[in-house]
């Protein structure tokens, strides 16, 4: 079965400083891998997604990420935090048990809280 | 493209009562997600539709709870005899195409918050 792991349910950083949210996954196949950013008392909006190809992937508002198979890891990144930055960050993979599920398994997310 | 469209967006009911959601996805998309998210979770699948099919239910899905799409359009999701642990988000997505196969994005409403008292 799926799982993602986030470390870290909080992380604090000043602004203009480097983010670093971390997402570890196991799957017993090639997963895709997407981030998701939610503001307080809103859906999901997709940041980035790694399907193929490329293993850095750049998303919207500054983000990037970078698919390492070798350690199962699809860390998010921004080079300089901002205030609008604050949120909560979900890391995704596509759900897979080997029928006709379909959908994607998060993580329990890690709330970025960016200090002026 | 309105993105997914979810009604209400706050539900306040009484245990015991019945509730319905509504969400309305993309137009074009084909297949239509539910997730539910309680405090300091992230989404955890319920159930989702292929057109008019529904295709797969998590065991979270209670027989309290019921999926139907009809048109392969719009879709509700009814809770019976509401406990106070259903109090959570409940969130629909839409796609166009499969996600395991073509890690399409999947587009989500802003949510249903049901609080059962």
């Known amino acids: 079965a799926q799982s993602v792991t986030q470390l870290g349910s909080h992380v604090s950083v000043s602004e203009g400083a480097l983010v670093l949210l971390r997402c570890n996954y196991s799957s017993s196949v090639p997963p895709y891998l997407f981030w998701y950013v939610q503001y307080p008392n809103q859906g999901l909006q997709l940041l980035l997604k790694?399907?193929?190809?490329?293993?850095l992937v750049k998303g919207i508002n500054g983000f990037e990420a970078e698919f390492k198979k070798s350690e199962t890891s699809f860390h998010l990144t921004k080079p300089s935090a901002h205030m609008s930055d604050a949120a909560e960050y979900f890391c995704a993979v596509t759900l897979y048990s080997g029928g006709g599920a379909d959908g994607l398994t998060f993580g329990k997310g890690t709330h970025l809280i960016i200090q002026p | 493209d309105t993105g997914v469209s979810q009604d209400p967006r706050h539900k306040i009911t009484k245990r015991g009562q019945n509730v319905t959601f509504r969400c309305d996805p993309i137009s074009e998309h084909n297949r239509l997600y539910w997730y539910r998210q309680t405090l300091g979770q992230g989404p955890e699948f319920l159930t989702y539709f292929q057109n008019e099919a529904q295709l797969e239910k998590s065991r979270l899905l209670s027989d309290r709870f019921s999926a139907e799409r009809p048109k392969g359009s719009f879709s509700t999701l009814e809770i019976q005899r509401t406990e106070q642990g259903d109090s959570a988000m409940y969130l629909c997505?839409?796609?166009?195409?499969?996600?395991?196969?073509?890690?399409?994005?999947?587009?989500f409403g802003q949510g249903t918050r049901l609080t059962v008292v």
């Open positions: 997505a839409s796609s166009l195409g499969v996600l395991k196969l073509s890690g399409t994005e999947a587009f």
């Open positions: 790694y399907t193929t190809g490329a293993t």
